[in-house]
């Protein structure tokens, strides 16, 4: 299936979760993640399946004024 994960198309296998997606990435913590715009907590990636054309975003904090 594709999804896309900061807007670039990436393909996973069929039955991926979000913890699967985040691997992909490799983000540096702190991260966030959201699925269609939905926020969801890092205790909840492995059970969030995803669907082909998915929009993952993984986001980390900015710091500044």
Do not use: C, K, S
């Not at 299936?1 to 490799?26: K, S």
């Amino acid at each position: 299936m594709q999804v896309f994960i900061n807007q670039a198309p990436h393909d996973l296998p069929d039955g991926a979760t979000l913890a699967d997606a985040v691997a992909r990435l490799a983000p540096r913590p702190p991260f966030a993640a959201a699925v269609n715009l939905q926020f969801v907590p890092n205790t909840q990636y492995a059970a969030r399946a995803l669907a082909d054309g998915d929009r993952i975003e993984i986001i980390a904090p900015v710091t500044g004024g």
